[in-house]
């Protein structure tokens, strides 16, 4: 995206070939969760490969998405409902009372996993890489829900320490004795005291010679790592990591993997290679033995514990949950003639701060992907505290999703930023649009002369649909001066011209 030119005329151009496609405005959200149009992901291999798994079905002009999966043919509500009885939670929910709420699906496929925990509370982050299953995160994104581009190889996954109460493999493809186990640390390393790893794989049952050396390994290794099987019952298996140091204290000398050096930040998320060590907890929490957090939803209003970390007050962060809940009243009361035939689902908050956006979103039916620049990625703990999900990115790059896959961006003093470290203002408008779903929103706060300076490509973008610039209300998080541009980006296709 440097290369792009900064005139306006080459960013027409940009756009018309970028728009030389067929595309019909998304299926709304919930009906979105089972099915989309097949113009808008003309990709149906997934659909031939895995018919037998229920994955997905053509069915003419839509597909369909049955809720299997390769180890859940029969559907993912029936399959989290014998994991909650696996691990004993009351009703059969597999929130335990709002204690799981965070959870990394890895290898997802479609993420029928995530959409169907989603009647539970639980909020997933749905992770595959771009192999050869392809667009099956487009796919999960049409539907509507929460997922994204990603692998686990040499290089943390963009998430502090402690960050899911849940890990889930099912048939993820994913070797996790490689390399002394590092994938395997890398898990230990984001979830939670006590969290959970769901292992649903022919490892953990196949009687075979090669399946029972690959089981006996891999429970080698996390015994070694202070893991323990909680439940084990036909083809699935369930770890829990332990709660405190005490494990860790009483381990023979010498014995692998070892505890990481006090010099580590488990935090550190950007572009920090994975350590073949475990990550022991915090004099605090390790005489704690847990998180501390409330269950959900009272962890999302409530004061994270590691909010200390920062030199924020309660009062402080109280005051930030007011505001937020103050602006997103405003941002929606303006926006309410532009919303009546069109309900946003899929929002980033592309400067999240403290969570405060998404959370003043908590009673729509939307899922905030929060992304935390990289001078503020250790604020991203403070968003998975509040039972939220998010990333850490660089505004300066592209980022990792596929084309139209956003109803709304929400744009605070993102631009100022990015321009005072010498990046491209345009470079960045290019990439919104890439992400941004036709007749979805940008709503971009920041300061005057930079709202004045993007008004002028709005044309050029197809982002005049409706178009809408205030002064916002003055509040505690407004710096000296600032310009509120909410926008809708038009439906075209090849052919239409700029009016």
């Not at 996390?222 to 405190?244: E, F, G, H, T």
């Not at 729509?364 to 503020?376: D, G, Y």
Request: charged fraction near 25%.
């Amino acid at each position: 995206m440097n290369a792009t030119a900064h005139l306006m005329g080459d960013v027409t151009t940009v756009l018309f070939r970028r728009q030389m496609v067929t595309s019909q405005i998304p299926v709304r959200w919930p009906a979105s969760r089972d099915e989309v149009w097949k113009a808008n992901i003309p990709h149906t291999h997934l659909a031939q490969e895995k018919s037998d798994q229920h994955w997905m079905v053509v069915n003419g002009e839509k597909i369909n998405f049955p809720g299997g999966g390769t180890h859940f043919h029969d559907g993912a509500d029936k399959y989290i409902i014998a994991l909650a009885r696996m691990l004993k939670f009351p009703s059969e929910k597999l929130s335990n009372g709002g204690n799981i709420r965070t959870v990394l699906d890895v290898g997802c496929g479609v993420a029928s996993f995530g959409a169907y925990l989603l009647s539970h509370d639980i909020m997933a982050m749905s992770l595959a890489p771009n192999d050869v299953h392809e667009n099956q995160i487009q796919f999960a994104l049409e539907r509507g829900i929460p997922s994204t581009l990603g692998v686990l190889g040499t290089k943390r996954l963009p998430y502090p320490s402690r960050s899911f109460e849940l890990a889930h493999c099912s048939r993820c493809r994913i070797d996790w004795l490689q390399r002394d186990g590092i994938l395997l640390l890398e898990l230990d390393r984001i979830l939670r005291p006590g969290g959970y790893f769901v292992y649903s794989s022919p490892e953990a049952y196949a009687q075979d010679s090669e399946n029972r050396r690959i089981w006996n390994s891999m429970y080698s290794l996390l015994r070694r790592m202070c893991w323990r099987v909680v439940s084990k019952k036909d083809q699935s298996v369930i770890w829990a990591k332990p709660l405190s140091n005490s494990c860790y204290l009483k381990r023979e000398p010498g014995t692998r993997p070892p505890l990481c050096s006090v010099d580590d930040s488990p935090d550190e998320s950007w572009n920090i290679s994975m350590k073949t060590c475990i990550t022991p907890y915090s004099a605090k929490m390790h005489k704690g033995k847990g998180s501390g957090l409330l269950p959900w939803p009272q962890r999302l209003t409530a004061s994270p514990p590691r909010l200390e970390d920062f030199g924020i007050s309660v009062e402080e962060f109280q005051a930030d949950t007011s505001t937020w809940s103050f602006r997103v009243s405003e941002y929606w009361n303006l926006m309410r003639p532009a919303l009546q035939k069109y309900t946003p689902r899929n929002v980033m908050d592309m400067n999240s701060n403290l969570g405060g956006f998404s959370a003043a979103l908590n009673d729509k039916e939307v899922w905030v992907m929060n992304v935390a620049p990289i001078h503020s990625a250790s604020k991203l703990k403070i968003i998975y505290d509040r039972g939220l999900i998010g990333t850490v990115h660089d505004w300066c790059e592209a980022f990792s999703t596929y084309p139209r896959t956003y109803d709304l961006l929400h744009a605070w003093a993102v631009f100022s930023d990015i321009l005072e470290r010498g990046c491209s203002s345009e470079d960045l408008l290019i990439e919104m649009d890439r992400i941004l779903r036709p007749e979805g929103f940008v709503i971009i706060r920041d300061h005057p002369s930079v709202i004045n300076y993007l008004h002028k490509y709005l044309i050029a973008l197809r982002w005049d649909g409706w178009v809408l610039e205030v002064e916002p209300t003055v509040d505690i998080l407004s710096s000296n001066e600032e310009r509120l541009l909410i926008a809708r980006k038009k439906l075209w296709r090849y052919g239409d011209t700029a009016s």
